[in-house]
């Protein structure tokens, strides 16, 4: 058991890079959504983050984004604006949709990785851009409920595509590809009702609406509830399959969606440890 908890230490720089990435936008994501100030420190740094994200992404795909929303908001006459947020959106779903290209690459099939890192960079672009067309601070439920719906509705295009791909590749399905399809598609369907459901829920608790934007706070949990769930099952599967000719530390991380739940767990743990960091540091005035 010592060295299956060993294992689950990021492997590579790619992973570790993930891991910063993620835990910086969660930070990104806390500022902007819960009534929670960072010391001098941790606001720099955040100021640093912010010049990375901007330079890596900002600078090229944030003029292509105001424009369609331009063009939208001329021909159909509203008033639709990109806030800064939607970045910090775009590099969870990204982190959450790698698990399954990480899985093929590391079984070597790197034109199918290509293709399903493909999708779900289109499938984050558009649904976080979607989601950063609200302010920071809203004030109406559905502007609230659009902020965390969207990406739901974005991991439910992923997964239906996703799943459509695979239904193509497996060969072992021939003649069961349509009865299979449906019934993952059904499955992804029902977890994207449940979220809504949990969105529409978590927003009517007096200290989430209380919060600065409630919709990002509702995402967060949202996020972390769908990688605990993707964790146990991954556990469940990985006991099933020790034994098998596989060690119960590959059982467990050759599976895409284990991927998926320990990188949003690891961000999401690291950025606890950032927080109370800056509890401490905030303490001596720094």
Known sequence: MSDFIKSLWPRNPF????????????????RHGFNYGFGPTFTLLLTYYE???????????????????????????????????????????????????????????????????????????????????????PRDFVANAWTAGIPVAGYLTYALGGNGLIVLWRSDLSGRRTEVFSLWAWQAFGRFLIGLVVVFGALQVPWVAGQRNPGLVV?????????????????????????????????FRNQGNVLVGMAILGSFLSAAAFVAANAGLRFYGL
Request: glycine residues 12%; aromatic residues 14%.
């Open 15 to 30: 992973t570790w890079l993930g891991l910063i990435l993620g835990a910086m936008s969660v930070l990104a994501l806390i």
């Open 51 to 137: 010049s990375l994200i901007h330079a890596l992404i900002g600078w090229w795909a944030e003029p292509i984004i105001k424009a369609w929303l331009a063009a939208l908001s001329a021909y159909f006459s509203w008033d639709l604006d990109l806030y800064s947020h939607w970045k910090h959106v775009l590099v969870l779903m990204s982190i959450y949709f790698s698990g399954d290209w990480r899985t093929l690459l590391g079984f070597g099939q790197f034109g199918r990785a290509a293709i399903f890192g493909l999708w779900g960079l289109i499938v984050a672009f558009c649904f976080s851009a979607v989601a950063g067309i609200v302010p920071e601070e």
């Open 219 to 251: 995402l967060g949990g949202l996020v972390i509830g769908l990688a605990l769930y993707w964790v146990v099952v991954g556990v469940r599967i990985a006991i099933e399959r020790h034994g098998l000719n596989e060690g119960l530390d590959d059982a």
